[in-house]
């Protein structure tokens, strides 16, 4: 391959933050292209300092190295500025390591993350010189892939992306370079050409590709079905999913840029999954069942990893941290490692809202001091109830306390609005929460501030909200209206939300069908790139789009689906029953939560059994403090009726003594 | 205790900035288990203490930064300096190279207030070595020299002229990947530090002005950034040494080496970079 660097070098000069570009990374990869080897171009359409940080990518990045048929490179989404100097200066899309050119790769893999970006995977496939529409590409262009949490509705991108991979990629990525194998590099050109390739790849379990299915739309133009119409095509795809979080140590290398970045800090997952349900989380839904990392593992990544790359500060990543079973020894272990003589900090990015775990945060942020964030999401136990988000007052002013009695002076707290069956009284629940917070503080301070940080609600696929039709554009806004009056006359109460606009425009995609696919191309072709970024979001460019294609916000967005509806993701599944959702949604809407899963009768979701995996834990006792979902008193913990089984899951360690590393545990009571 | 370091930065990693520099030294300090000293407080950090800021794009020879050891643990684990730099190489990205490491005295003053000024290397294109000749001349015969530059957000003029202690137009290897016609030619300078400092592309602003007509020349090559459409264009450019003078003679920061001050600067300054 080509570098392309000496007609990049001169655009840098004029461009900010040239080092975007630059590559250097400390465990970057030096690639050798050979023509026997598949060539992966890993692509995060948003910034450098936005994309760098993505776990996924970086763990795909190294399993792909490793094979001795794969060689990978990564590539951004060039800022505005420079993307102007390289369409200027006829510069295509390059990668970081090298500087090769996109159309150079054998595969263009997206990372999607969030709708907004969709935009600019369009924008990206056409800086590469690659067609935007994969109807158009041909034998001569690279493989357009996608996968990320988004993929779980891929309609909207179907025209432009060639497969889609669903779920965790540690195992998928290989067997999908297997088959770029066969094809690509192959002794002899195989006969079919791009069409046999994606038949092929619609063949590897957790790949969709859209053009193996016909769509059909019934009288009224609503979506009748999608059924594939090649050859061994799966009618519904399952997600991937990995069942020993152990067996995959990775990243092993995580990248160290040389600019500063979002998450500049080593990350290490502790586990995978999430069995709380809140019932608008997406990412909880998708990921399950919970597959824990052992915790010796996660002690030698720990200490591994600060030694190779000299970051201060580690990050124990999951959806809900503190419920990591040993979260107490796993983070003193971190704290005492002489090694790190007193100077590392470790963070749980996603504090549960207890006061148990805020003595967690008090104990392991000793370094450093910023603010606490807690997401108690519904401003009432109602909303909680029907978000199934359990969490009790006492719970959150506990926590709160905790929080300001051990120094802190700024708590954050995260709310949404637009959920649901919400009233005025729920969204007003948002202002007396935070008062109450305000309240407390100034018991041990006397200047605190408290932040209700307040989201628009958007309903996401596979999940039970994922038949609710979302709040309009008015009607969030006169919720935000109704929160900022009320919080005026509040001191230390700051309210910040998040705009209404973007919301809407974040569900034009969220839940499109594959005609959504127009309105996307005519956002981007009207200039609409980086729309995640205030600067540039324009919902014009988003309504103009959807009236040329004759559709509205009000059938987009604003309508309730009904049960008998053919959902645009139906075909596709997250292990989750249709039918264990569409009850989640009832029970929303009668109010009625549902506990953790993990401590309580199998609700029969089908995460674990459609896959014959457990929730792999290390433990076989709930974290002290969890009364969320799991119905144990606040202050202690204890033993909940668990039994162990007889032999461990496939690929999950036995035991090897008390504390140690990942057992199997089922609840009593499950056949 | 204290310890100087001089390194170098060139190549892909000159678009890095100060800010990001510092910090791959952090981490690259920590990564060799440097016993450093932190600040007090809640948010503790490492005492690291730079020369004059590098401009993002620049490249340069001479770069300093201070770190401070904690006494105790330094003297226990028996630190040796001379062992350093080649530890350090093999931490700090590519594009960093560490020359020397010397121990120091505290001084009440930084690094970044003692230097009094630089030596510069540029590579300028699209111009030729009269044409830059008489633009040197212009600037050096002029009694003020005014540009307007911005600072917290406002723009404000300033008097370059005091600034430019020396400056002579010098060979340069030419880079046709930037301007074909191969119209490169070099400049050396030395710039004060007092009162505020005067970078490279400041200088050549200065030195387009002076010259008015080719301020107004149609753009046909890259723009510097700080004036769009204006050659020539400042294509690299190298800090070759950072100067202390004290009492009428110029001394190398680190190694003590003294140069009268009344010496040829910008022949001194090419021979750094040659």
């Known amino acids: ?671 | 205790m204290r310890i100087r370091f001089r390194f170098s930065k060139l190549g892909k990693i000159r678009f890095t900035s100060q800010r990001d520099v510092a910090r791959m030294w952090e981490r690259a300090l920590r990564r060799a288990s440097l016993p450093m000293a932190y600040t007090e407080g809640f948010n503790p950090r490492p005492q690291l203490s730079f020369g004059l800021a590098l401009p993002t794009g620049a490249e340069s020879l001479a770069e300093y930064v201070d770190v401070a050891l904690d006494p105790v643990r330094a003297a226990e684990q028996g630190i040796d300096p001379a062992a350093l730099p080649g530890v350090l190489d093999g931490l700090l990205p590519e594009g960093l190279h560490v020359e020397v490491a010397v121990p120091v005295e505290r001084s009440k003053d930084s690094l970044q207030q003692m230097v009094t000024s630089c030596s510069w290397t540029m590579r300028l294109v699209g111009v030729d070595r009269e044409e830059l000749g008489a633009m040197v001349a212009a600037l050096l015969a002029a009694d003020t020299v005014p540009i307007t530059r911005e600072r917290k957000g406002r723009e404000e003029v300033d008097d370059l002229r005091p600034s430019v202690l020396a400056l002579a137009v010098a060979d340069a290897v030419p880079d046709t990947a930037v301007d074909p016609s191969g119209r490169t030619v070099g400049l050396v300078a030395e710039l004060s530090t007092r009162p505020r400092g005067v970078r490279p592309v400041e200088l050549l602003r200065g030195l387009i002005a002076v010259s008015g007509g080719h301020a107004d020349r149609p753009m046909d090559g890259l723009a510097d950034t700080g004036r769009p459409g204006s050659i020539p264009v400042l294509d690299r450019a190298c800090r070759t040494e950072q100067w202390i003078e004290r009492d009428g003679l110029r001394q190398e920061p680190l190694l003590g080496r003294v140069v009268p001050a009344g010496a040829d600067r910008a022949t001194h300054a090419l021979e750094r970079a040659s």
């Open chain 1, 1 to 671: 391959m080509e570098s392309l660097w000496p007609q990049i070098e001169p655009l840098l000069a004029q461009v900010t933050k040239p080092a975007r570009y630059i590559g250097g990374e400390l465990g970057a990869r030096r690639v050798e292209h050979r023509p026997e080897v598949v060539s992966w171009l890993l692509v995060y359409p948003d910034t450098y300092e936005v994309g760098l940080p993505n776990q996924g990518l970086q763990i795909l990045y190294e399993i792909l190295n490793e094979r001795p048929d794969a060689a990978a490179e990564r590539s951004y989404a060039p800022w505005v500025d420079m993307e102007a100097s390289m369409r200027a200066a006829g510069v295509p899309l390059f990668s970081v390591e090298g500087h090769h050119p996109a159309a150079a790769f054998d595969v263009i893999a997206f990372n999607l993350s969030a709708e907004l970006v969709y935009t600019n995977v369009l924008n990206l496939i056409d800086l590469a010189g690659v067609p935007v529409r994969a109807a158009d590409r041909t034998d001569e262009h690279p493989v357009v892939v996608a996968g990320g949490h988004c993929a779980f509705n891929p309609e909207p991108l179907a025209d432009f992306v060639d497969c889609f991979v669903l779920g965790d990629g540690e195992e998928v990525v290989g067997e999908v370079n297997d088959v770029l194998a066969e094809f690509r590099c192959g002794p002899m050109p195989v006969a079919g050409g791009r069409g046999a390739l994606l038949a092929a790849l619609s063949r590897v379990p957790g790949v969709y590709v859209p053009s193996c299915y016909d769509v059909a739309y019934d009288d009224d133009g609503r979506l009748s079905g999608v059924t594939p119409r090649t050859p061994g095509t799966p009618e519904r795809v399952e997600k991937r999913t990995i069942t020993d979080l152990g067996a995959w140590p990775y990243p092993r290398q995580q990248l160290v840029p040389l600019i500063e970045v979002v998450h500049d800090r080593l990350n290490v997952e502790l586990f995978r999954g999430c069995t709380r349900g809140c019932r608008f989380c997406q990412a909880g839904m998708i990921t399950r069942p919970v597959r824990e990392r052992p915790a010796e593992q996660v002690r030698t990544m720990v200490a591994a990893g600060l030694e190779r790359t000299g970051y201060d500060e580690v990050a124990l990543t999951s959806l809900s941290s503190a419920d990591y079973s040993g979260i107490e020894d796993t983070v003193t272990g971190i704290i005492d490692d002489p090694s790190c003589s007193g100077q590392v900090s470790v963070s749980l990015p996603s504090l549960r809202v207890d006061a148990f775990t805020v003595g967690t945060a008090a104990q392991i942020q000793r370094v450093r001091r910023t603010g606490l964030t807690f997401a108690p999401e519904g401003g009432t136990w109602r909303m909680r109830q029907v978000i199934n988000k359990l969490i009790r007052e006492e719970d959150l002013y506990a926590a709160v306390d905790a929080a300001f009695s051990q120094g802190w002076k700024r708590v954050k707290l995260y709310f949404l609005i637009g959920l649901p069956t919400e009233t005025d009284e729920d969204t007003l629940g948002i202002v007396a929460l935070a008062k109450q917070c305000v309240a407390i503080g100034k018991r041990y301070h006397s200047s605190v501030t408290v932040t209700a940080s307040v989201g628009g609600f958007v309903p996401k696929v596979q999940t039970p909200f994922q038949w609710f039709g979302q709040n309009t554009i008015e009607e969030l806004t006169r919720k935000v209206h109704l929160l900022r009056d009320a919080a005026r006359p509040v001191r230390g109460l700051t309210i910040r939300w998040h705009d209404p606009k973007a919301t809407a425009a974040e569900g034009i995609v969220s839940r499109g069908d594959r005609r959504m696919g127009a309105v996307i191309e005519q956002v981007w072709r009207n200039g609409g790139t980086f729309q995640e970024w205030s600067e540039f979001f324009d919902l014009d460019l988003w309504t103009d789009a959807l009236a040329a294609q004759g559709m509205t916000l009000e059938d987009a967005v604003y309508r309730h689906r009904t049960e008998d509806e053919v959902l645009p993701w139906d075909h596709l599944s997250a292990g989750l029953h249709r039918d264990f959702l569409w009850q989640d949604w009832k029970d929303a809407l009668a109010e009625y939560g549902l506990p953790d899963c993990r401590w309580t009768p199998c609700y029969d979701c089908g995460a674990c059994t459609g896959y014959g995996v457990e929730h792999v834990v290390a433990s076989a006792v709930p974290p002290a403090g969890g009364s969320q979902g799991t119905g144990q008193d606040l202050s202690t913990g204890g033993q909940v009726p668990v039994r162990f089984l007889s032999t461990a899951p496939s690929g999950a360690a036995p035991a090897p003594g008390p504390g140690g590393s990942a057992v199997a545990l089922t609840t009593e009571g499950r056949s």
